[in-house]
């Protein structure tokens, strides 16, 4: 079965996600996300080159340079999630196993 013929079944994702901006890869190879429990190909995603991974390392560097915030300072500059405090209020804390 080749990549064509997956295409209508499996998600191509083609981007990377690099220092808050999304980057195209600079290779054209591909990498098959295999489901853990059905074994079935569920995606496709870029594969990095070495630009590619020295481009994501140093994005993760600057993400750590600069002044240290507290987790309220950066839990006060993150967007809020729509729906966030009406569906989840009151459940953080309360786990049950069964």
Sequence with gaps: ?????LEPVIRRLNRFH?????AAPRGDGRIDVVSPSTEEVVA??????????DAAVAAARRAF????RST?????STPAIPGWPSAW???SGRVRSS
């Design 44 to 53: 496709q995603v870029p594969a990095p080159t070495t630009a590619d991974i």
């Design 1 to 5: 079965m080749t990549a064509s013929s």
């Design 18 to 22: 690099l220092g808050g901006e999304w």
């Design 89 to 91: 209020s009151g459940r």
């Design 72 to 76: 309220t300072r950066r839990a006060r």
């Design 65 to 68: 340079e600069g002044p240290r």
